[in-house]
């Protein structure tokens, strides 16, 4: 079975379909269209775009077939696998915690894309400041209440590879350290980028700006 | 069988799609109405300081694609295999950011230009670019469901998009999709559905007052 991946030079809102690949052994083409200057927005290639269902990426061809969003994407591999838990309850509980860490990751995006260093300073102090209290103490809680290390059940889950992405590439990106300060959220990043499959991916990945 | 409880503002909103899904399975369920002059105080108490909450047996879930995905595989609304569940995930994606959108500028954007600029912008582009595409996979598809040969949560989730639209938006907004026009009728005429949306009285005005965030 090949599998095509089309997304852009970035890790971005894909790179946990990338980190469950690699804990399912998935080889792929993975096609990297450049970002540029972002803002403004990527320019989609024609030839890419007009294979795209919603003109957007990422998108995943294989065996004749074609899947777009992101989160559908990863939730179809993460179920092949068992990446979602024990139960429907638990399921759902990872859903609402990746749907809680894409929340986080987009509330960054306007600090770490502003271009003007006065304003960007601004922007990441405010933006520090609000999501403290909505995002890190929340996290922090639940997976102190799950045991320390992982935010749902007993096996690793897709998001725990989500939070723990979010985490490190604010890190990346902007040199926001987060977890510093919340010991459950730094175990559960330490607990995932350990994971030997993570550990030789995050090696072995392009390296890229987001 | 377990206990459910919506918990929610007293209007249609995010919570519909529950709803509708609830009397298709013909299930019970409670709902849990949060006036808006209390809700500074009961934000606090909430997981994420948003609504809706699902209750299940006290236990209480958020974020509302998550919920409506959850009912929808309790009640067998998930599609055949685990594709189609998949193919109902990215639909339900998909339509989401056009829903969000109409959210901003109609709830949340305060400077009136900017409104009435991004309520241009969203129905000369971003309606078309969504609906178009809508469309021809309704029309793929043939029968009456976005996805395989059944019902799934994804085609009530979609349908309450659409009407939401055409309802708030813009109430021409069907005629230049044909399936996706035939698809909404289909739907919300279901006699369960229809049975709850007559009898419902809500509506999808009234929000202003209300969204938390």
Same mark, same amino acid.
């Given at each position: ?39 403004? !927005? ?9 294979? +795209? ?6 998108? &995943? ?6 899947? +777009? ?35 986080? &990751?987009?509330?960054?995006?306007? !600090? ?10 601004? &922007? ?11 995002? &890190? ?51 559960? +990043? ?21 | 069988?377990?206990?459910? #409880? ?89 339509? @989401? ?42 029309? #793929? ?37 044909? @399936?996706? #026009? ?32």
């Amino acid at each position: 079975m090949s599998y095509k991946l089309y997304y852009f030079d970035a890790r971005g809102l894909n790179e946990p379909l990338r980190m469950i690949f690699a804990l399912g052994g998935v080889e792929y083409e993975d096609v990297r269209i450049p970002l540029g200057d972002i803002p403004p !927005p990527p320019t989609i290639p024609a030839e890419i775009k007009e294979k +795209c269902t919603w003109g957007q990426v990422p998108m &995943l061809e294989f065996d004749g077939r074609k899947i +777009c969003q992101s989160l559908a994407m990863q939730r179809y591999f993460a179920k092949k696998f068992n990446l979602v838990g024990s139960d429907d309850w638990e399921a759902a509980q990872i859903d609402e915690y990746v749907d809680s860490s894409k929340d986080f &990751l987009q509330v960054w995006v306007p !600090p770490l894309t502003e271009k003007d260093p006065a304003k960007r300073e601004e &922007l990441i102090k405010e933006t520090k400041a609000k999501t403290v209290d909505k995002y &890190l103490k929340t996290f922090d809680k639940i997976i102190s209440a799950n045991g320390g290390k992982r935010l749902v059940g007993k096996n690793l889950s897709w998001a725990d590879l989500w939070l723990a992405h979010v985490l490190n590439n604010l890190e990346l990106v902007g040199g926001v350290k987060l977890a510093e300060g919340f010991p459950a959220l730094k175990a559960l +990043c330490d607990t995932v980028f350990a994971t030997p499959e993570i550990k030789a991916w995050v090696e072995k990945r392009p390296k890229s700006k987001f | 069988m377990a206990q459910y #409880k919506i918990i929610y503002f007293g209007i249609k909103g995010r919570a519909e799609a529950f709803r509708m899904i609830f009397s298709v399975a013909d299930v019970k369920y409670e709902d849990v109405i949060i006036k808006s002059g209390d809700w500074p105080a009961y934000k606090q108490s909430t997981p994420w300081g948003q609504l809706p909450l699902l209750e299940v047996d006290r236990k209480q879930l958020a974020q509302s694609s998550t919920i409506c995905r959850y009912l929808g595989r309790q009640f067998n609304l998930c599609g055949e295999n685990p594709w189609e569940s998949a193919k109902c995930d990215e639909y339900v994606d998909a339509t @989401n950011d056009l829903i969000e959108e109409w959210v901003g500028f109609t709830f949340l954007e305060t400077d009136e230009a900017k409104k009435a600029e991004r309520k241009a912008k969203f129905i000369a582009t971003l309606i078309p670019n969504c609906f178009s595409k809508l469309e021809s996979i309704k029309e #793929k598809n043939g029968g009456d469901f976005l996805v395989g040969k059944k019902l799934t949560w994804a085609d009530i989730n979609v349908a309450d998009k659409l009407q939401i639209i055409e309802d708030d938006v813009d109430p021409t907004v069907l005629e230049g999709y044909p @399936n996706l #026009k035939k698809f909404k009728n289909a739907v919300l005429s279901l006699p369960k559905i229809k049975a709850y949306v007559e009898k419902s009285g809500y509506s999808y005005k009234g929000l202003e007052n209300n969204l938390g965030e």
